[in-house]
């Protein structure tokens, strides 16, 4: 399983939102390169950015920040946020990053998936799910939709979608515990629609965690508060998990 540190982008500096929650903001450090570095030299496979700024405004706002990040490492670099256009998407190729997320698009214009995976193939576009109460939430988790997030999964698997970020909001930034039951459905939703891949992501806390997640058939798992709070080695659960 890949276990994946996340970098989130706010003004420039790498955060954490509390469930996504705008005003509950935590900064941990104003390089995203000196970051990602570091999380290379442990071990990460990738790196997943968000652009949060961009989600919640519906346009890329970081793309030198990100251009930035993915030219200093050699890992691959995930990247969701703001991808609202083909060109768009073709900008975030352009700058060096090896896979998009999808999100918000997904909800409101599944065309542009149906575009991104017909012009970058369906390795290098992912969608995220982000679910709030099993219902998927769009605009950096700012607004719900009339769409559960096990229907938006079959939708996009029907188009040709083949690997998903699935986030539950409620557990992200909580270092709780991952929701196990939901990660379960969306694995088997996914194996059921031919074979799709889930990412999880939301909650987790500990090598414990990780190891459930394995269990459950997860590809991967996206790991953010949990390595900023020392609460998870990350060098520790790639050498274990990777």
């Given at each position: 399983?890949?276990?994946?540190?996340?970098?989130?982008?706010?003004?420039?500096?790498?955060?954490?939102?509390?469930?996504?929650?705008?005003?509950?903001?935590?900064?941990?450090?104003?390089?995203?390169?000196?970051?990602?570095?570091?999380?290379?030299?442990?071990?990460?496979?990738?790196?997943?950015?968000?652009?949060?700024?961009?989600?919640?405004?519906?346009?890329?706002?970081?793309?030198?920040?990100?251009?930035?990040?993915?030219?200093?490492?050699?890992?691959?670099?995930?990247?969701?946020?703001?991808?609202?256009?083909?060109?768009?998407?073709?900008?975030?190729?352009?700058?060096?990053?090896?896979?998009?997320?999808?999100?918000?698009?997904?909800?409101?214009?599944?065309?542009l998936v149906?575009?991104?995976?017909?012009?970058?193939?369906?390795?290098?576009?992912?969608?995220?799910?982000?679910?709030?109460d099993g219902?998927?939430?769009?605009?950096?988790?700012?607004?719900?939709?009339?769409?559960?997030?096990?229907?938006?999964?079959?939708?996009?698997?029907?188009?040709?979608?083949?690997?998903?970020?699935?986030?539950?909001?409620?557990?992200?930034?909580?270092?709780?515990?991952?929701?196990?039951?939901?990660?379960?459905?969306?694995?088997?939703?996914?194996?059921?629609?031919?074979?799709?891949?889930?990412?999880?992501?939301?909650?987790?806390?500990?090598?414990?965690?990780?190891?459930?997640?394995?269990?459950?058939?997860?590809?991967?798992?996206?790991?953010?508060?949990a390595i900023?709070?020392?609460?998870?080695?990350?060098?520790?659960?790639?050498?274990?998990?990777?």
């Amino acid at each position: 399983m890949e276990i994946i540190p996340a970098i989130d982008l706010r003004g420039g500096a790498v955060v954490r939102l509390l469930q996504g929650n705008y005003d509950r903001q935590t900064t941990f450090d104003d390089d995203p390169v000196r970051v990602a570095r570091r999380f290379e030299a442990d071990g990460a496979p990738r790196i997943h950015v968000v652009d949060l700024d961009g989600a919640r405004e519906g346009r890329r706002t970081q793309a030198g920040e990100v251009r930035a990040l993915a030219a200093a490492v050699s890992v691959p670099v995930q990247l969701g946020g703001g991808l609202r256009s083909p060109a768009d998407v073709a900008e975030a190729f352009a700058d060096g990053v090896g896979r998009v997320v999808l999100g918000t698009a997904a909800v409101e214009e599944p065309a542009l998936v149906e575009q991104a995976l017909a012009a970058h193939g369906a390795e290098r576009v992912v969608v995220g799910i982000d679910a709030r109460d099993g219902m998927a939430s769009v605009a950096g988790w700012t607004e719900g939709s009339e769409i559960a997030a096990a229907d938006l999964l079959d939708r996009m698997a029907d188009l040709g979608v083949r690997r998903f970020v699935y986030t539950d909001i409620t557990r992200d930034g909580t270092l709780t515990s991952p929701n196990f039951a939901a990660v379960r459905e969306m694995v088997e939703r996914a194996d059921a629609a031919g074979g799709a891949r889930i990412i999880a992501s939301g909650g987790i806390a500990e090598i414990a965690h990780l190891r459930t997640l394995a269990e459950l058939g997860a590809e991967g798992a996206i790991v953010g508060s949990a390595i900023y709070r020392n609460a998870l080695d990350l060098a520790a659960a790639v050498a274990e998990l990777g």
